[in-house]
Nanobody, 116 residues
Framework: QVQLQESGPGLVKPSQTLSLTCTVS??????????WSWIRQPPGKELQWMGA???????YYSPSLKSRTSISMDTSKNQFTLQLTSVTPEDTAVYYC????????WGQGTQVTVSS
């Protein structure tokens, strides 16, 4: 059974870089046809897809976040990571990692607050 688990700091200061890791267990992140996404939900707002990385390492980003977002993968650790630069309080959200390319499989989510 594939499971996803987000990890990273819960508090980030404005202007800093937010870094989160998603650890995948029970299956390989290089399995075709799956790809791996980051999705967030700010308080009181809808889910926002941020970007994804495919099993081959190709990346795709939301146009609104593309200039600040980077997603990478470490196949040796079966992990993929999110980096979001120059954060502001508007980046406060619950951040989820997910498997796509089939029924979406979610991690449990992690709260990230941007505050000084």
């Amino acid at each position: 059974q594939v499971q996803l688990q987000e990890s990273g700091p819960g508090l980030v200061k404005p202007s800093q870089t937010l870094s989160l890791t998603c650890t995948v267990s029970g299956g390989s992140i290089t399995t075709n046809p799956h790809y791996w996404s980051w999705i967030r939900q700010p308080p009181g707002k809808e889910l926002q897809w941020m970007g994804a990385i495919t099993y081959t390492g190709s990346t795709y980003y939301s146009p609104s976040l593309k200039s600040r977002t980077s997603i990478s993968m470490d196949t040796s650790k079966n992990q993929f990571t999110l980096q979001l630069t120059s954060v502001t309080p508007e980046d406060t959200a619950v951040y989820y990692c997910a498997r796509e390319g089939g029924p979406r499989l979610w991690g449990q989510g992690t709260q990230v607050t941007v505050s000084s």
